[in-house]
């Protein structure tokens, strides 16, 4: 309803001119600042030359010339149009729903009762405070956007400004391995690239994305895939590391987790699954499994896990352990392959 002291300004379009000088006098006792045109054209022109002028239209059906479902539409296309309140007389229901289908605020029965011009007042004031109504609210969604869009750019900054300095870090360690000449040290280096490296590729991922809250997996694991194949695998006797991944989206703090424990697990097959030299394959696979649930497969055709305990440091089992912790979870190696194949079940 109105507020305390507001002043609404009218627009009466109507060729009846004793009604247009009743409705005038009334709507003016109760607060209104009422104009009147005597047809379709006229109210038209008034509404183009004095944009903005006024808060509210109520509009006759029957005038001379063109009828308000002729000049209802003009004034709905007109650029940010008041509401139209459509005025018409008893027993003509079906022209009240043909002006509401056609953009109407409301409808009023049009009679020379004192009812009318109370009817007429309380449906100008609903079609004003709906409009007001209607444009805070899109005046908030407009700040919320605004706003959200201002974070996501803040948060696209940051994952680029993450990314560039993780590739930093790697790097300086490239530096440092060229004038390493210990074996263990420059393999161990490699390895804390190469997971360095998993995490920066995800944060390359999110600020070059539209959605910031997840990752493409499959097109994640492709660019880690080809990013490990030259890191820790370079020669050409080394094993060929494949991916067969089908498209899915998972959370950044799942990408990371899975990225790490990918890394680790093929930088594992690549140092003990084949002797050197020799060859042999790789393979990542990723597809979605039963009960909403997405299952990663890491194996090789090596020999195996033989006693079945750790080889190297357990660095690298203990952050496997780690991350499939994180995805509540833990990876699971199958005996009955040939070689190695870990598994590792996780929540979409």
């Given at each position: 309803m109105r507020?305390?002291?507001?002043?609404?300004?009218?627009?009466?379009?109507?060729d009846?001119?004793?009604?247009?000088?009743?409705?005038e006098?009334e709507l003016?006792?109760?607060?209104?600042?009422v104009?009147?045109?005597?047809d379709?054209d006229?109210?038209?022109?008034?509404?183009a030359?004095?944009?903005?002028?006024f808060?509210?239209?109520a509009?006759?059906?029957?005038?001379?010339?063109?009828?308000?479902?002729?000049?209802?539409p003009?004034i709905?296309a007109?650029?940010?149009?008041?509401?139209?309140?459509?005025?018409?007389?008893?027993?003509?229901?079906?022209?009240?729903?043909a002006?509401?289908?056609?953009?109407?605020?409301?409808?009023?029965?049009?009679?020379?009762?004192e009812?009318?011009?109370?009817?007429?007042?309380?449906?100008?004031?609903?079609a004003?405070s709906r409009?007001?109504?209607?444009?805070e609210?899109?005046?908030?969604q407009?700040?919320?956007?605004i706003?959200?869009?201002?974070?996501?750019?803040?948060?696209?900054e940051?994952?680029?400004?993450?990314?560039?300095s993780?590739?930093?870090?790697s790097?300086?360690?490239?530096?440092?391995?060229?004038?390493?000449?210990d074996?263990?040290?420059r393999?161990?280096?490699?390895?804390s690239?190469?997971?360095i490296?998993?995490v920066a590729?995800?944060h390359?991922?999110?600020?070059?994305?539209?959605?910031?809250s997840?990752?493409?997996m499959?097109?994640?694991?492709?660019?880690?895939?080809?990013e490990l194949?030259k890191?820790?695998?370079?020669g050409?006797?080394s094993?060929?590391?494949?991916?067969?991944a089908e498209?899915?989206r998972?959370s950044?703090d799942?990408?990371?987790s899975?990225?790490v424990?990918?890394?680790?697990?093929?930088?594992n097959?690549?140092?003990?699954?084949?002797?050197?030299?020799?060859?042999g394959?790789?393979?990542v696979i990723?597809?979605?499994?039963p009960n909403?649930r997405?299952l990663?497969?890491?194996?090789?055709?090596?020999?195996?896990m033989?006693?079945g305990?750790a080889?190297?440091?357990?660095?690298?089992?203990k952050?496997?352990t780690?991350m499939a912790?994180g995805?509540?979870s833990?990876?699971?190696?199958?005996?009955?392959?040939?070689?190695?194949?870990?598994r590792l079940?996780?929540?979409?």
């Amino acid at each position: 309803m109105r507020t305390q002291g507001e002043v609404i300004r009218l627009l009466y379009i109507d060729d009846d001119r004793g009604l247009s000088r009743l409705v005038e006098k009334e709507l003016t006792r109760h607060g209104f600042a009422v104009a009147c045109a005597s047809d379709g054209d006229a109210g038209l022109e008034i509404l183009a030359s004095r944009a903005g002028d006024f808060d509210v239209v109520a509009l006759d059906h029957y005038m001379p010339g063109r009828e308000g479902l002729d000049v209802l539409p003009e004034i709905i296309a007109l650029k940010d149009p008041p509401p139209v309140v459509y005025v018409t007389g008893a027993q003509e229901g079906r022209i009240a729903v043909a002006a509401l289908r056609a953009g109407a605020a409301d409808y009023v029965i049009k009679d020379v009762s004192e009812d009318f011009t109370t009817l007429l007042r309380n449906a100008l004031e609903e079609a004003v405070s709906r409009r007001r109504l209607q444009r805070e609210k899109d005046e908030a969604q407009e700040q919320v956007r605004i706003a959200r869009d201002r974070a996501e750019a803040m948060l696209r900054e940051v994952n680029h400004r993450v990314g560039n300095s993780l590739q930093l870090v790697s790097s300086f360690m490239s530096l440092q391995l060229r004038h390493l000449a210990d074996e263990g040290a420059r393999a161990a280096l490699k390895e804390s690239q190469a997971r360095i490296e998993a995490v920066a590729h995800v944060h390359r991922r999110l600020y070059t994305s539209g959605d910031m809250s997840s990752v493409a997996m499959d097109e994640y694991l492709e660019g880690l895939i080809d990013e490990l194949g030259k890191s820790v695998g370079p020669g050409d006797s080394s094993p060929n590391i494949t991916l067969q991944a089908e498209p899915m989206r998972v959370s950044t703090d799942q990408a990371v987790s899975l990225g790490v424990v990918v890394t680790e697990l093929v930088t594992n097959a690549v140092k003990y699954a084949y002797a050197p030299d020799q060859g042999g394959e790789i393979r990542v696979i990723l597809k979605p499994g039963p009960n909403g649930r997405a299952l990663l497969t890491v194996e090789d055709d090596g020999p195996g896990m033989g006693d079945g305990k750790a080889r190297g440091t357990g660095l690298g089992g203990k952050i496997i352990t780690a991350m499939a912790s994180g995805l509540r979870s833990k990876v699971e190696y199958d005996g009955e392959h040939r070689g190695v194949r870990a598994r590792l079940a996780f929540d979409l």
